[in-house]
């Protein structure tokens, strides 16, 4: 089956670099994205991936490595603001799901 | 503001209830979507439209029933519900169904208690 694997706690502390990984079990997916969910909010778009490599919005960078079946979130000069969960997701070559979504990784930012 | 509105914010049935989740979006967007956010699981797509027209049915019961009257809104109605059916839900649009490069613009959602 389809499958994404993530962490599902980190914590770390404010001004720090967290990364928060994905691994996944699929036969082919067109790209990862990742998107944030503070709590009681709407999950909202972080970033795409279409092709292996670094994808850099301003303190965020996500990563992908196909060869690898593995990508990543990273987050620089963490902000409380940050402590969220974090959902990777992929979209599948095969059938017609829009969206295949990891169990999310619940970010701690502590001062 | 994500330009997807989803009512109510919070909703308590009982099992022999008929309620409705009601969603909207401001974004001339093509596709509407379904979601279910329970704890520790991933995110389950129940329902997709897509130009008004059911595209995917996610092998969800029958007491979740999707209605589209237009492309900017979206219902699930509900009946005869199970309080394992207690969960988020989550409303969701996106330009085009093809998610490559439409990313998802999601509701609030609605928070569900079934008792």
């Known amino acids: 089956g389809q499958s994404l694997e993530q962490p599902s706690e980190v914590t770390a502390v404010e001004g720090a670099i967290v990364q928060i990984n994905c691994t996944y079990q699929?036969?082919?997916?067109?790209?990862l994205s990742w998107y944030q969910q503070h709590d009681g909010g709407a999950p909202t778009f972080l970033s795409y991936?279409?092709?292996?490599g670094l994808e850099e919005t301003g303190r965020f960078s996500s990563f992908l490595s196909r060869s690898d079946s593995y990508g990543y979130l990273l987050l620089q000069e963490l902000q409380m603001k940050d402590s969220a969960s974090y959902f990777c997701?992929?979209?599948?070559?095969?059938?017609?799901?829009?969206?295949?979504f990891g169990k999310g990784t619940r970010l701690s930012v502590i001062a | 503001e994500t330009g997807v509105t989803q009512t109510p914010r919070h909703l308590v049935m009982g099992m022999t209830n008929k309620k409705s989740l009601k969603c909207e979006q401001h974004?001339?967007?093509?596709?509407m979507y379904w979601y279910k956010q329970s704890a520790k699981k991933p995110l389950e797509l129940m329902f997709v439209?897509?130009?008004?027209?059911?595209?995917e049915n996610n092998s969800v019961p029958s007491r979740f029933s999707p209605e589209c009257p237009n492309s900017s809104h979206l219902f699930l109605h509900l009946h005869t519900l199970q309080p394992e059916d207690s969960a988020l839900y989550l409303c969701?649009?996106?330009?085009?169904?093809?998610?490559?490069?439409?990313?998802?613009?999601f509701g609030n959602g609605t928070r569900l208690t079934v008792t």
């Open positions: 969701a649009s996106s330009q085009y169904r093809d998610t490559s490069n439409s990313p998802l613009h």
């Open positions: 699929t036969s082919g997916f067109y790209g």
């Open positions: 991936n279409a092709l292996d």
């Open positions: 997701a992929v979209r599948l070559v095969s059938g017609n799901t829009p969206l295949v």
């Open positions: 974004l001339g967007h093509n596709a």
């Open positions: 439209y897509s130009l008004e027209e059911r595209v």
